[in-house]
């Protein structure tokens, strides 16, 4: 089903109230700058895209607003707002001192909840501001007495729980440089990013929840420890209660509670604006797992304006989006104290067998504001009738929904199951700048299947394949001019040449970002998949996504995986593999539904050479498919060149494609 489909063309699926949304943020910002800056950035404050196209017209203008609009603190101001535009290489706001803790803390309420802690059973707790701070302050005193400082690295095991974010802001009061893993990762996949960064301080839990059983990690963190030399002490997080054993760790140990119960006075460290906050790992497939730092005060400007206006999180608002630790939208979640909002932490599965609905009974009975997810569990509730409805989610307005594409079949059932007046926010963005280049705000619409529209700040365009922008048609996301929370550099690239073989060999001075896209006359963004993914029949680009959307709508199927395989003599095979759902056999009369599905809902183009049946789709640990790996085992590539076990959900899926792949190029040869 296409958008098409779903609403007559050119209208949107969800059109925002402009009377109800001049109070938002955004809104507000519109005639801040107006009456601050004396810019007239639209007649109607409401009206998005006039604020876009200044927004990344007047790169210096908008970020100073930004800035000035969310009053930001500094101990030495800035000398200009950007010191060279280009790509590598800006420097934004040069002279400027501050710290990302500060703002994190500045604006949060003593007597109300800064963070809420959730987990599967339905249970939680609330940490005030106050009690924030004092953790945050007592946690920073500890990791001073063992050593840590400026330029330190602060890493951490632990599950989505406060003791993550506390542990976080505590590293970054000081200076010192965070990097955290969820503990579903094994503690070799763990040490494979965490020993690049030589890290000083080690914080791990003892274990973590998911699907009703407690996961025990006690062992996978001390050998963890072990494997990290550069270690002078390790804390013990006592997080689901199970007794820590009298091991030999290879450096001090000492518990949370010791760490977290002192009484100091919280002192933050004035930092240069680039000086690094963070280290995110990609999740690529290949190779050791590369860490991108991201510096103290473009996240704060970013995730500021994220959060702030696309968002319209302040004071009062609950922001629950499901994620794990290790990925980029953990971070995102955190820097929710930024607005003055709450963030709530969650630890278990987001649909446990017993509960399979527990994050909406928990939005209901914390009143979210915003929640977010991925496509694939809007998917999984619609396909297993679990219906949200049932619970009291008056107090949600959007529903944020990112890490793969959302078909447009999923939208009527969020309209239907949790309300008419909730906007569906589709986004897209990735570790790479922390954030997203295209969202939803709350004066955008949206069209099913379609992101409402470019980010503030973001210069998005689709290129050709010779570097021209187009519209309605498909073309490669590149990023034209510079946004404070790109990369400072990638660790251990003291040349910057992988930074800029990742981002700017094709299109000099631009940034490539790996999507294809197609950027629509009417202002949204379409998101088709992986541009190194992308299928190419007889020379017509595919997306994948378009496929996936149509064949993962069949309630007799799961999932679906769809390829494009080059092969010798120049034959293309375009094989589609499919997960059919419990009880379900895929015979000739079940292939024949899906390829008259594709054919209607797509194009005949789009219909596969084959359809199989797979035990399970393989996805990297942040939930994105694995197509370009399972098309190289399918070449023949050996594993080991071609993913990391450690990067997979369930890397023991890629024996099926590996074993198929021999199959086929053993039985070319035979004939």
Known sequence: MTSAQLTPPGKPFWAFDPEATTTSRIAEFGRWVTQHRGVQVAYDHTDYAALHRWSVTDL????????????????????????????????????????????????????RPAIIALDESGAGYEVSGEQLRAQVASVAATLRDLGVGQGD???????????????????????????????????????????????????????????????????????????????KATVLVDHVGLPWPHDNYPAINLTWE??????????????????????????????????IAHGHGGILLEHLKTLGLQSDLGPGDRFLWYTTTHWMMWNLAVSTLLTGAATCTYDGSPAPLTRPDVLWELAARHRVTLFGTSPQYLLAMAKFDIDPSVHDLSSVRAVGCTGSTLPASAYPWVRAHVGERVQLASSTGGTDIASGFAGSAPTTSVWAGELSAPNLGVALAAYDAEGH???????????????????????????????????????????????????????????????????????????????????????????????????????????????????????????????????????????????????????????????????????????????????????????????????????????
């Open 60 to 111: 210096e203008g908008f970020w100073s607003s930004v800035w000035e609009y969310f009053d930001v603190d500094t101990a030495t101001p800035y000398e200009q707002v950007l010191e060279e535009e280009r790509m590598p290489g800006a420097r934004w706001f040069p002279g400027a001192t501050l710290n990302y803790a500060h703002h994190a803390l500045r604006h949060l309420r003593n007597d």
């Open 153 to 231: 690295r602060v890493v951490g095991y632990l599950p989505n729980t406060p003791h993550a974010i506390v542990a976080f802001l505590a590293a970054a009061s000081l200076g010192a440089v965070w990097s955290v893993c969820g503990q579903d990762y094994a503690p070799k996949a763990a040490a494979d990013r965490f020993a690049q960064l030589e890290p000083t301080v080690l914080i791990a839990a003892d274990g973590y929840l998911f699907n009703s059983a407690t996961h025990d990690r006690r062992a996978a963190v001390l050998e963890l420890a072990r494997a990290l030399p550069t270690l």
């Open 258 to 291: 010791d760490a977290s119960t002192r009484s100091e006075q919280l002192v933050c460290t004035p930092v240069p604006f680039d000086h690094p906050l963070w280290i995110l790992f990609s999740s690529g497939t290949t190779g050791p797992p590369k860490g």
């Open 469 to 671: 922008p187009v519209v309605d048609q498909v073309g490669e996301l590149v990023v034209t001019r510079p946004m404070p929370s790109m990369p400072l550099y990638f660790w251990n690239d003291p040349d910057g040449s992988r930074y800029r073989d990742a981002y700017f060999t094709t299109y000099s001075g631009v940034w490539r970002h790996g999507d294809w896209i197609t950027l629509t006359s009417h202002g949204s963004v379409i998101v088709h998949g992986r541009s190194d993914s992308t299928l190419n029949r007889n020379g017509v680009r595919l997306g994948s996504a378009d496929i996936h959307d149509v064949v993962e709508h069949l309630p007799e199927i799961t999932e679906a995986l769809v390829i494009g395989a080059e092969e010798p003599e120049g034959g293309y095979w375009m094989p589609l593999f499919v997960v059919p759902a419990a009880g379900v056999i895929l015979d000739d009369a079940l292939r024949d539904r899906i390829r008259h599905a594709i054919r209607t809902g797509a194009s005949p183009r789009h219909v596969p050479d084959e359809i199989l049946a797979v035990p399970g789709i393989p996805h990297t640990r942040t939930g994105k498919k694995l197509e370009v790996p399972v098309k190289r085992l399918l070449q023949g590539a050996p594993a080991e060149q071609v993913v990391s076990p450690a990067t997979v959900d369930s890397p023991e899926l890629l024996a099926h494609f590996i074993r198929l792949g021999a199959e086929r190029r053993s039985a070319r040869s035979s004939t």
